[in-house]
């Protein structure tokens, strides 16, 4: 059972950058993690993941303006977020799952709390 702790979310102007943080206590290293997102009254989507061996996917939406990364030993996956844009604006959440495919298709178990970012218009 892995306890996600989210953190690092704020409210910025667009253009500026934030960097989260999310602590998987009890996941394994061979688990793929990701990042997804909630706008209001949106569904939740799929945003980046990150495999055990490092290799990362990202939606379209987000690919070459956020960063995925992990440090195992700390049970710890980040996003680094820049150029952030109102369409941003969401509560954040991560998960983790057996494979990368796993978690791009969101077949996960339970969730944080999550973390908001909201981007101003």
């Given at each position: 059972q892995v306890q996600l702790v989210e953190s690092g979310g704020d409210s910025v102007q667009p253009g500026q950058s934030l960097r989260l943080?999310?602590?998987?206590?009890?996941?394994?290293s061979t688990?793929?993690?990701?990042?997804?997102r909630q706008g209001?009254?949106?569904?939740?989507?799929?945003?980046?993941?990150?495999?055990?061996?490092?290799?990362t996917t990202?939606?379209?939406s987000v690919k070459g303006r956020f960063t995925i990364s992990r440090v195992n030993?700390?049970?710890?996956?980040?996003?680094q977020m820049d150029t952030l844009r109102p369409e941003d604006t969401?509560?954040?959440?991560?998960?983790?799952?057996?494979?990368?495919?796993?978690?791009?298709?969101?077949?996960v178990n339970s969730w944080g709390q999550g973390t908001r970012v909201t981007v101003f218009s």
């Open positions: 943080s999310c602590v998987a206590a009890g996941m394994r688990d793929a993690m990701a990042w997804y209001s009254g949106k569904e939740r989507e799929f945003i980046a993941a990150i495999g055990a061996g490092g290799v990202y939606a379209g030993e700390k049970n710890t996956i980040f996003l969401a509560v954040y959440y991560c998960n983790h799952g057996p494979s990368l495919l796993d978690v791009i298709q969101v077949n």
